[in-house]
Nanobody
Framework: QVQLVESGGGLVQAGDSLRLSCAAS????????MAWFRQAPGKEREFVGA????????YYADSVKGRFTISRDNAKNAVYLQMNSLKPEDTAIYYC???????????????????WGPGTQVTVSS
């Protein structure tokens, strides 16, 4: 089992920055990828970005590319999401997720992740 807890959400204005953190515990060595997803009211949960625990390779959704950056601290078992130039459409609950070991083919897919945090709310006002 892998336990995940997000933190760092809040209310900001358009153009501001915010940094989310995800603390992982448990059998973290069983996961190769950590990801961030988000879910806005009335919408499906969507992929934001992911990072490979070992090599540090990152993957991003087109909607956040160039504005969001994922990083990790292996010693702390933590993953971060730096969000810059925030827009009102970034408003959502942001979830941290750990993969099920299915490989890179599933890195962008919700079905590839078997462990989820409770989420943290990010609200961007215009």
């Amino acid at each position: 089992q892998v336990q995940l807890v997000e933190s760092g959400g809040g209310l900001v204005q358009a153009g501001d920055s915010l940094r989310l953190s995800c603390a992982a515990s448990g059998r973290t060595f069983s996961s190769n990828y950590m990801a961030w997803f988000r879910q806005a009211p009335g919408k499906e949960r969507e992929f934001v970005g992911a990072i490979n625990w070992r090599g540090g390779t990152t993957y991003y959704a087109d909607s956040v590319k160039g504005r969001f950056t994922i990083s990790r601290d292996n010693a702390k078992n933590a993953v971060y999401l730096q969000m810059n130039s925030l827009k009102p459409e970034d408003t959502a609950i942001y979830y941290c997720a750990a993969d099920r070991g299915l490989g890179i083919t599933y890195v962008y897919r919700r079905s590839g992740y078997g462990y989820w945090g409770p989420g943290t709310q990010v609200t961007v006002s215009s």
